[in-house]
Nanobody
Framework: QVQLVESGGGSVQAGGSLRLSCEVPEYTTSTTCMGWFRQAPGKEREGVAAIYLGRLATYTDYSDSVKGRFTISHDHGMNAVYLHMNNLKPEDTAMYYC??????????????????WGEGTQVTVSS
């Protein structure tokens, strides 16, 4: 297993933006599925976004709560996955986790079972 490391969390006012970063692990025998999750105190963990990093194509998956405001992206040169968060709301306040897993089927969704996780980075949005 691989320990992932997130960065970029912080505190912003409602309407602001943040970008979270996570290094993509090297799954040498497969393609890669990466995801961002969040968990607020007293709430269940929520899958926010996922991105499939295929050899020929990528695709993404978003929760309805962030669609249109958050964007998951991949920078091949930096070997990183980002979560661009715009128009942040107080209800976006949570610990955000990066997750990754090898995939041999090409399936990559927020409900994919992810093998590797980061320790989380806090995002706090004030009203």
């Amino acid at each position: 297993q691989v320990q992932l490391v997130e960065s970029g969390g912080g505190s912003v006012q409602a309407g602001g933006s943040l970008r979270l970063s996570c290094e993509v692990p090297e799954y040498t025998t497969s393609t890669t599925c990466m995801g961002w999750f969040r968990q607020a105190p007293g709430k269940e963990r929520e899958g926010v976004a996922a991105i499939y990093l295929g050899r020929l194509a990528t695709y993404t998956d978003y929760s309805d709560s962030v669609k249109g405001r958050f964007t998951i992206s991949h920078d091949h040169g930096m070997n990183a996955v980002y979560l661009h968060m715009n128009n942040l709301k107080p209800e976006d306040t949570a610990m955000y986790y990066c997750a990754g897993t090898p995939t041999w089927t090409g399936r990559c969704r927020r409900d994919t079972t992810f093998r590797d996780w980061g320790e989380g980075t806090q995002v706090t949005v004030s009203s």
